[in-house]
């Protein structure tokens, strides 16, 4: 006889999980950095004066203008890891979703 063997469907999920575990907490320590770098750009900003356009900003001082550049694109990077962060818990959640209330042969869910 064979000993009883866990369905690989339950091991796909446990690596989906882990997987997703892992990559949660480097993309909670990538934000950290990146909003902690946007914050120091700014921190270390002296006065300064803007103009605002329809298709720029224009500053008096090119540092504090590159400063901005950098925040904008740095904080769009946050926004995408968040985005990609939600789809990939969003997935976990339908395959748990399914695992535990997809079951129609009487089974429990462990």
Known sequence: MEPNRK?????NLLWAVAILTIASGLTALATAWICEQVL????????????????????DDKNTESQLR???????VVRDLATCLAI????????????????????DAS
């Open 88 to 107: 990939g818990c969003a997935g976990v959640g339908v395959a748990l979703g399914v695992r535990v209330f997809g079951r129609s042969d009487g089974q």
């Open 40 to 59: 120091a750009a700014f921190r270390d900003s002296h006065a300064f004066a803007a103009l605002m356009t329809k298709d720029a900003v224009i500053l």
């Open 70 to 76: 950098m925040s904008t694109a740095a904080l769009k």
């Open 7 to 11: 369905p690989v469907v339950d091991t």
